[in-house]
């Protein structure tokens, strides 16, 4: 492959500073997500094991699958605040280095974070429209 020269000017890289301090900024927000939502799926577990044992037809079959979803939800999106953090701190390090090779992994790393994204926004929007026959059926039976 023949290989080319990219030059960035001044310009451009205070604007890539710019974007990797929001991304950095932006993947700490990320990860207290993350946390906020295994916490809320622990809660929702916890809770629902009290609530059958107070109110037996309240089971914690009505929490447990929920909770269950906000941990494994939180699990997942930790790879795309991981993403964001390393196109962070690559960016910062392969501007203050001049380093081609680590702006590259930089970019890479940024693909990959709306990849991750654009695959889960699919798969999100497919579960919500399966979820609306779901939701009718289930209207019905009760």
């Not at 700490?28 to 993350?34: A, D, K, P, Q, T």
């Not at 699990?75 to 680590?102: H, R």
């Not at 695959?119 to 999100?124: A, E, G, K, L």
């Amino acid at each position: 492959m023949e290989e080319t020269t990219l030059v960035i000017t001044e310009a451009g890289k205070k604007d890539l500073l710019t974007t990797a301090k929001w991304s950095k900024f932006y993947a700490v927000l990320s990860f207290i997500g993350v946390v906020f939502c295994v916490l809320m799926g622990a809660l929702m577990l916890v809770s629902g094991y009290f609530m059958g044992n107070l109110q037996p037809e309240l089971s914690a079959a009505m929490l447990a699958p929920l909770g269950l979803v906000y941990i494994v939800l939180g699990g997942i999106l930790v790879m795309p605040a991981l993403y964001l953090l390393q196109f962070a701190k690559k960016s910062e390090q392969a501007i203050a280095d001049t380093n081609t090779e680590m702006m590259e992994q930089a970019l890479n790393r940024m693909k990959s974070y709306w990849k991750f994204m654009g695959i889960f926004t699919i798969v999100m929007l497919a579960v919500s429209l399966l979820m609306v026959p779901v939701a009718v059926i289930g209207s019905f039976l009760l």
